[in-house]
């Protein structure tokens, strides 16, 4: 079924998962196109993001965001347009930035909305490169990271949304980057095309070892998205006054119990105090929302000088979506993952 | 035996530890005084520091210091006096705070001697509220912690050298304080002299409980100087953006393994996300020594207005600081733990 006018898809969360999230915990509904009321718009979407974090949205665990309710829409970052505003700022045809969640329709009063203009060359570049992604790559890396000529950076999930831009923005700034990435074909990727000085394949095996031979001055900057045991490989080789910036934990988030011990969070203390780590969590929008026009002006221009590249993994239609974010959990994308939910155009329906 | 102008007296490590140091871990040895040679000074030791980083030092664990060999002397910050001086810069009578260790003389070429003049006021505040423990309490609150006026700050260890002076510094910034400490009569002398708002037994049951019923808007600044079950009821307290400077964890300092699981390094790693803390390690004299004057000056005006506290817990005579040192780990301290090695003034033997 694809995107029509007379009918609104959604995708909600049927159950939470319990570890990995399986079909089952999500469920398409279909619904009337919401109307838009007083100085309100109809925004239909073209492109939904989808991203690591949502599965933590799907959980009730204590979180810096509240959780997807039950039999609510799933959430999500949503390349949209306006078709139809009773809001003096938007017109119809208009190309927005949204957080309009699994769905094909959503009214909004304007809150939260960033306009994307009326032809944008790339439009769905605002959901990576030049979205939430990008902007929390280079951003964690240059502000909480501050890396110098020289240095050792070291990126995993390297051919992903996030890596990609924090291994290229590194290599901008003179460091040596070792990005990690699941398989032989990522890895080519973020050497080949992305210019990190090496990629290790986590899948391989001794990681450890390996990593130990490709950083021989230590590691400086680590740029943490995924922990588990890329975290425990990095600790050991870390330097002194490493920064870590802590923007994710993909990992983890399936995981259903805590692992067995021995307990290590005493070694981890103790590794912050003597070799004097900074290590910090952030969540883009929350801590850096006031940046995001000066990071979207220096973004621009470098994809316009070609030195950031960026790839896209579309997945064709909005009831595939669950299976995108699955897959996306399990590493197998290929670059950014979006889903293509309906056509840049209006069809005639 | 008291200190004379004849022997040398030396307190080495006689044996690396395992867990809690023993009394057989350490040997008193007697030697010649040593001669200053040409640009040198010969120190006699007045007071000796006794500190747990020391407990640190006593093992070959890689950390952020060289380890003491076996069968050298305890290494310790001192405050002595010039004996002898061939050095331009030094007359003998001079006070001098020095890394001379346990022992009655060292010898120096000058290479980190800190000048207290001819007749400092109180000569052993140096080690404590003027010296190491005052400068990181100090900058590891301001510079790493940041507190602003109506946060909460916790600190552990409260009534400790480093404790005291988070917690007066914090109250000084309009914060409410919270101390944690060893038993009631260290408590009420949290409160009642030091003038924090609140402090907690950690010996008495639930201190997860009580702690949160102290800080009812959460922790916005957690001062790390223990580690282990106060770290453990912090936690989950953390509100978001919480920072926690990490200068010492005494709780693990004897530790022989690691505690049992469940693992918890990926509970903290998902709290340091979700939460957005930062969590940095400082070894004071290594990040911030270029600010140890501005610290020194700000400190003396406030203790000299009587706005900031300071107790001292002397030990009397050399041959008492490896007991000294093994009660000072289990917290049967009263306030900063400093060895009278010798007499003020150089006696007539």
């Known amino acids: 079924?694809?995107?029509?006018?007379?009918?609104?898809?959604?995708?909600?969360?049927?159950?939470?998962?319990?570890?990995?999230?399986?079909?089952?915990?999500?469920?398409?509904?279909t619904g009337e196109v919401p109307q838009p009321g007083p100085g309100q718009v109809l925004l239909r979407t073209v492109y939904l993001s989808l991203d690591p974090y949502m599965r933590g949205r799907m959980s009730d665990a204590p979180s810096y965001a509240e959780?997807?309710?039950?039999?609510?829409?799933?959430?999500?970052?949503?390349?949209?347009?306006?078709?139809?505003?009773?809001?003096?700022?938007?017109?119809?045809?208009?190309?927005?930035?949204?957080?309009?969640g699994w769905q094909d329709y959503a009214v909004s009063d304007g809150t939260g909305l960033v306009r994307l203009g009326a032809n944008p060359q790339h439009p769905s570049y605002s959901l990576g490169v030049l979205g939430m992604p990008g902007f929390t790559g280079y951003?964690?890396?240059?502000?909480?990271?501050q890396p110098k000529a020289g240095e050792t950076v070291v990126v995993a999930a390297a051919s992903g949304a996030v890596g990609a831009v924090v291994g290229q923005i590194a290599k901008i700034h003179g460091c040596k980057v070792v990005g990690i990435a699941g398989g032989p074909d990522k890895?080519?990727?973020v050497v080949d095309e992305l210019g990190f000085d090496e990629c290790l394949d986590h899948k391989a095996p001794d990681l450890?070892?390996?990593?130990?031979?490709?950083?021989?001055?230590?590691?400086?900057?680590?740029?943490?998205?995924?922990?588990?045991a890329v975290f425990d490989a990095v600790l050991p080789l870390l330097n002194p006054r490493a920064r870590v910036p802590v923007c994710g934990l993909i990992s983890a988030y399936n995981a259903t119990s805590q692992p067995?011990?021995?307990d290590r969070l005493a070694l981890l203390m103790r590794t912050i105090l003597t070799k004097r780590l900074k290590m910090?969590?952030?969540?883009?929008?929350?801590?850096?929302?006031?940046?995001?026009?000066?990071?979207r002006e220096a973004m621009e221009g470098l994809i316009k000088e070609g030195r950031i590249k960026y790839r896209e993994d579309v997945v064709d239609g909005l009831e595939n979506a669950p299976r995108g974010l699955i897959g996306l959990l399990k590493g197998e994308n290929a670059g950014k993952r979006i889903v293509r939910v309906g056509p840049d155009e209006r069809s005639a329906t």
Chains 1, 2 share one sequence.
């Open 280 to 295: 910090q969590g952030f969540i883009i929008f929350n801590e850096y929302a006031h940046r995001y026009g000066e990071f």
């Open 139 to 145: 951003m964690g890396l240059l502000d909480i990271g």
């Open 208 to 228: 450890p070892g390996r990593l130990a031979r490709a950083v021989p001055q230590g590691i400086d900057v680590y740029f943490e998205n995924v922990g588990g």
């Open 1 to 29: 079924m694809p995107q029509s006018s007379l009918i609104n898809r959604r995708i909600v969360l049927a159950a939470r998962p319990h570890g990995e999230p399986a079909d089952s915990d999500f469920r398409l509904e």
């Open 260 to 262: 067995e011990g021995p």
């Open 187 to 189: 890895c080519r990727y």
């Open 67 to 100: 959780p997807v309710q039950v039999g609510q829409p799933m959430v999500g970052g949503t390349v949209t347009r306006v078709e139809a505003s009773n809001h003096p700022q938007y017109q119809p045809g208009e190309w927005v930035l949204a957080q309009s």
